[in-house]
């Protein structure tokens, strides 16, 4: 999938309950990190993305409702954040065409529209640059 997609959108998430070793929108953004692949979380759902702006750019999150109390006691969630935490440590978080001030915008919103025009602007920017993978 990666390879034929310009990058990846992140919505919600279960942080129990779900299937396979952690929960697949975890895992989604840590091979998006670890393929350099643009990423886009949108917290406004809450759930596991809210979770990953957490761990990401913690400034983001600060006024943002806590996280379920469930996935922090998830075993599978636990050590798919401490993943994700070591790969940005190590890679940094892959350029998305987003400035700060967005992508906290992004953090927090629940609407389709602003999460869509977002990503829009991200790809767009990335376009011009030349960012994209072949």
């Known amino acids: 999938m990666g390879s034929i997609t310009n990058g990846r959108v992140v919505i919600g998430g279960k942080g129990h309950g779900y299937l396979g070793r952690m929960p697949g929108v975890l895992e989604e953004a840590i091979i998006a990190i670890e393929t ?6 949108a917290g406004g759902f809450g759930g596991v993305t809210l979770r990953m702006i957490q761990v990401l750019t913690p400034a983001a999150a600060t006024w943002l409702p806590e996280t379920d109390t469930h996935s922090a ?26 400035d700060e001030h967005e992508n906290w915008q992004l953090a927090a919103t629940h609407r389709p529209s602003e999460i869509a025009a977002l990503v829009s602007l991200g790809l767009g920017r990335l376009a011009e640059r ?3 993978r072949g």
């Not at 350099?36 to 979380?41: G, I, S």
């Not at 440590?89 to 065409?97: A, K, V």
Request: aromatic share 8%.
């Open 130 to 132: 030349g960012n994209f």
């Open 36 to 41: 350099r692949q643009p990423l886009y979380l």
């Open 73 to 98: 006691e998830d075993h599978g969630c636990t050590s798919g954040f401490a993943r994700l935490a070591e790969i940005a440590g190590r890679n940094g978080t892959p350029e998305n065409g987003l």
